[in-house]
Structures are given as structure tokens and as C-alpha cells.
């Protein structure tokens, strides 16, 4: 069935450096991405909708220069953490709208922590 | 903004029992969604639900679209152990954005 991959799956940075977690839709194309960060017992909260070939949406609270989005091909989405700080650790999830189902995948997530 | 409430907030349950959760909005969903997320791992799709009033079974699972398109209740007979996990209603607006519940913290005591 289709899969969406996170890489990677886990990662511990220093504070003040920035961290760049993939988003890959591995057997159809995603036009559509979205990015969704969870924090320890609590829910998934939508960051921000990845459009290829187009410039990200950002949720309301959401720092679009602190969290960079690329979305560059019809399998690959990229968010950035620049400068990041403790408080930014994190579950970050991605899921891909297949384009021509319409279905949603999940990603497996990517746990950022950083000291 | 949209709000979803997802209750219980916790279960813990023996073997064998049924348990039901459901989800409420204040504005209406076109499309409901029933996530199980384990530790560590992403959310995975149970069941999805299209129409009002739909009611959908994937083996020991059941969901039900509410008629007001602003609720949603899953249900899981005869429980094992491995239902064991955090369980999250979604609802899918027209953007293609989902909103997500509080989640539900399922034990299960063999």
C-alpha cells in the first residue's frame, strides 16, 4: 500500500542549529503535504500545508521564518527548524494527499530533541 | 477556529470488554476520521467516514458519521491487549486541513 516516510526518525542537536526533516511519498504523488507537530501527550496541531511548486500556508502562531517548508517535487516535502531551541522539541509528523485517490498517508513521525 | 472534544480522555478496561469513545464539534466536518497512534509512531488510519449518518465496520471496530455532520462515536468489541494506544477522531474540512480530537488513552488489563 502507499507510504509516507519521515527521515529521520529521530534527532538530538545542540541549540542554535537548524534541522531539516523529510517527507516522502513513496508510491504516488502528493501535490499537497501537511505538517503537523505533537507534543508529549497531546494532539496532533496542524503547522502548516505544504503546496509543490508554491509557497507554504502557515497556521495562525505558526513562525514561518522559524520553521522553513519546501516543497519541491510531487514526492518530497522539507521542513526546517532553523535556530532551534528546546522548546521545539517535538513530534513532527507529515502526512501526503495522493492526487489522484485523494487519500491521506501519515508519516511515521520524526522526534526532534534539542539540548 | 474548529474545535473537536474527544471523550473519555482515558480507559482503562479488562480483556474482553467493549469500549466506546466519540468525538464533538462546534461546526460541521464533511468527512470523519478514526486515527490509533502508538508510541513513538505516526497515526494510522481505522476508518473513514464520508456521509452523514454513515455507519462503517472494520473488523472488531465500528464509527458512525453523526446525522448533524457534528459528531462521531467509535466503538471497539471484545477488546485484547493490543488495542492498547491513543486513539484520535479527525475531521476533514473542505480546505483538506484535519482537526483532531484530544485523543483517547486506551488500557486494556488482560
Known amino acids: 500500500g502507499a507510504v509516507v516516510s519521515q527521515h529521520p526518525s529521530r534527532v538530538i542537536c545542540k541549540s542554535g542549529t537548524s534541522v531539516k526533516i523529510e517527507c516522502r511519498s513513496l508510491?504516488?504523488?502528493?501535490?499537497?503535504m501537511f505538517w503537523y507537530r505533537q507534543f508529549p501527550k497531546q494532539s496532533l496541531m496542524l503547522m502548516a500545508t505544504?503546496?509543490?511548486?508554491?509557497?507554504?500556508?502557515?497556521e495562525q502562531g505558526v513562525e514561518k521564518d522559524k520553521f522553513l517548508i519546501n516543497h519541491a517535487s510531487l514526492t518530497l516535502s522539507t521542513l526546517t527548524v532553523t535556530s532551534a531551541h528546546p522548546e521545539d522539541s517535538s513530534f513532527y509528523i507529515c502526512?501526503?494527499?495522493?492526487?489522484?485517490?485523494?487519500?491521506?498517508?501519515f508519516g511515521e513521525g520524526s522526534r526532534l530533541t534539542v539540548l | 477556529g474548529q474545535q473537536l472534544n474527544q471523550s473519555p480522555q482515558s480507559m482503562f478496561i479488562q480483556e474482553g470488554e467493549d469500549v466506546s469513545m466519540n468525538c464533538t464539534s462546534s461546526?460541521?466536518?464533511?468527512?470523519w476520521l478514526w486515527y490509533k497512534q502508538d508510541p513513538g509512531e505516526g497515526p494510522v488510519l481505522l476508518i473513514a467516514?464520508?456521509?452523514?449518518?454513515e455507519l462503517t465496520s472494520n473488523g472488531r471496530l465500528t464509527a458512525q458519521f453523526g446525522i448533524t455532520r457534528k459528531d462521531s462515536f467509535l466503538n471497539i468489541s471484545a477488546s485484547i491487549p493490543s488495542d492498547v494506544g491513543i486513539y484520535f477522531c479527525?475531521?476533514?474540512?473542505?480546505?483538506?486541513?484535519?482537526?483532531f480530537g484530544q485523543g483517547t488513552t486506551l488500557q486494556v488489563k488482560p
Open positions: 508510491d504516488f504523488q502528493a501535490t499537497t
Open positions: 505544504s503546496n509543490e511548486g508554491s509557497k507554504a500556508t502557515y
Open positions: 479527525a475531521g476533514c474540512s473542505n480546505t483538506g486541513k484535519l482537526i
Open positions: 502526512s501526503a494527499r495522493d492526487v489522484n485517490t485523494g487519500e491521506l498517508f
Open positions: 461546526s460541521i466536518f464533511n468527512t
Open positions: 467516514l464520508y456521509k452523514a449518518g
